[in-house]
């Protein structure tokens, strides 16, 4: 099992482009995260998803956007970049509310 | 507000050497508290999760303690190694995996 996967490792993006990172999970979690973690703060829930089809907004859901068509992937989609964004993403999946498990993050600049 | 606070915000010590890191919290409603380790460039592993009735638990090296009326819990390594280098973060639940509160984390550096 590859357990969560991350597309792209890393990014640079211009202030008004836009990118979709893209989260896989083969472990037939029910369970999808994304979340943001910046220098000295804790993670923040950006996004979640409780089964496919389905998405509900975190704690910093504004200037991204969720997809979850199929029950394995999880899409972050940011349509127009802003350096605030500048940040590493993760996502994470979980069988039921416990534990997570984690892919190994998505560093994003935008300059 | 919800919080979790841990300290120290970092801790250098010598391999084989024990250390123990210190989580406060001020999360209501307490569902559960993890202790997650993040290598550098990773993402975060879980290492324990206690609920309210537990008190101790050990994964290996790592010992996580909780203490629910003081609302305090601590992550206590024996024997460090050089692998131990990393981020140590505590997260308390409030509920379900979308109620997590998550504190800053520790670095622990390992020196041989």
Redesign the interface.
């Known amino acids: 099992n590859a357990g969560v996967t991350q597309t792209p490792k890393f990014r640079v993006l211009k202030t008004g482009q836009s990118m979709t990172l893209l989260c896989a999970q083969d472990m037939n979690h029910e369970y999808m995260y994304w979340y943001r973690q910046d220098p000295g703060m804790g993670l923040r829930l950006i996004h979640y998803s409780v089964g496919e089809g389905t998405t509900a907004k975190g704690e910093v859901p504004d200037g991204y956007n969720v997809s979850r068509l199929k029950k394995q992937n999880f899409l972050l989609g940011l349509e127009s970049a802003a350096p605030s964004q500048t940040s590493v993403y993760f996502c994470a999946s979980s069988p039921s509310s416990y534990e997570q498990y984690f892919g190994p993050g998505t560093r994003l600049t935008v300059t | 507000k919800n919080q ?1 606070e841990q300290s120290p915000q970092s801790l250098i010590i010598l391999e084989g050497k024990n250390c123990t890191l210190q989580c406060n919290y001020t999360v209501s409603p307490f569902s559960n508290l993890r202790w997650y380790k993040q290598d550098t ?6 290492l324990t ?1 206690m609920t309210f009735s537990e008190n101790t638990k050990s994964n290996g090296r790592y010992t996580a303690t909780l203490d629910a009326d003081t609302k305090q819990s601590s992550l206590h390594i024996t024997a460090s190694q050089l692998s131990d280098s990393a981020s140590y ?1 505590c ?1 308390v639940s409030a ?4 109620q ?6 520790t670095k622990l550096i390992i020196k041989p």
């Not at chain 2, 509920?95 to 979308?98: F, K, L, T």
């Not at chain 2, 997590?100 to 984390?105: M, N, P, T, V, Y």
């Open positions: 979790v460039g990773r993402g975060p592993v879980s999760i973060i997260v509920g379900s995996n979308y997590l509160i998550w504190g800053a984390g």
